[in-house]
């Protein structure tokens, strides 16, 4: 299997702070890999490193074989690279539809005379780009929410339509920062069947973060377990569930 990521020995410091430090992980293409850890494990300031937010101090970030350390986050998203956010970022005011529009801003080719004018290829564009977009809120199940206002939306739906925005961009490459925390069981449950239908259908590598250990278990090919900042485990989720270092530092005693 190709390797599609490989994040080679990075380290990442806030003044005096080590949030990763010598942190190398190897994604192969079309896997599900998660990365789990207590708290301020630093596994968030891992997914920034990879979509360009963060710039490791050491180390390098290859994604299919380019070197993408020090290449800013719209160019990354060119690439391929798309991602959720822990703490939603959408347009509040907006409603779902335009949401997934904006995401759509990096496959515009129109140049700025036809874009005014609203003809001929900018016209056929948006057409295409409009059809995209209705495809995947009908993938996600959002079409009773599609003009709705963003902000007025449950927490839950929220998280619905920031994957969708992330998928808005095509990417290869998904990274889904806890798109479960602060859901309830069912929508867990939706989300989880999302991402796994994303997966299988598209092909998608994704890189997930999750604190709901039962769900990173089921859904998950392989884990990696980070706590501050050093990676201290890496392998299958039953390989994780019996590795010690990984007991002892987060799954507790009663995970044996």
Do not use: C
């Amino acid at each position: 299997m190709p390797v599609k990521l490989h994040i080679d020995r990075i380290s990442l410091n806030f003044g005096g702070i080590k949030a990763l430090d010598n942190v190398e992980l190897q994604i192969n293409a079309g896997e599900i890999f998660a990365v789990i850890g207590p708290n301020g494990a630093g596994k968030t300031s891992l997914i920034n490193s990879i979509n360009g937010f963060y710039t490791p101090q050491r180390g390098r970030i290859i994604f299919e074989g380019v070197d993408i350390t020090h290449m800013p986050p719209y160019k990354r998203a060119t690439l391929g690279i798309s991602r959720t956010f822990q703490n939603i970022a959408l347009y509040t005011n907006a409603t779902v539809l335009d949401n997934l529009m904006a995401a759509r801003h990096i496959h515009l080719k129109s140049n700025m005379l036809t874009g005014a004018l609203f003809w001929g290829p900018a016209q056929r564009e948006e057409i295409a780009h409009r059809r995209r977009v209705e495809e995947i809120i009908d993938f996600l199940e959002m079409e009773h929410i599609r003009k709705s206002i963003v902000g007025a939306l449950s927490y839950g739906l929220r998280k619905r339509v920031e994957l969708g925005r992330a998928l808005a961009l095509e990417p290869t490459l998904l990274l889904l920062d806890e798109p479960m925390a602060g859901m309830n069981v069912e929508e867990k449950e939706d989300m989880a069947r999302f991402i796994l239908d994303i997966h299988e259908r598209q092909g998608s590598t994704i890189v997930l973060i999750e604190h709901d250990i039962g769900l990173v278990m089921d859904i998950s090919h392989r884990i990696a377990v980070i706590d501050f900042g050093v990676k201290i485990g890496e392998g299958s989720p039953d390989e994780i569930s019996r590795d010690e270092a990984v007991i002892n530092a987060y799954l507790g005693e009663g995970e044996h």
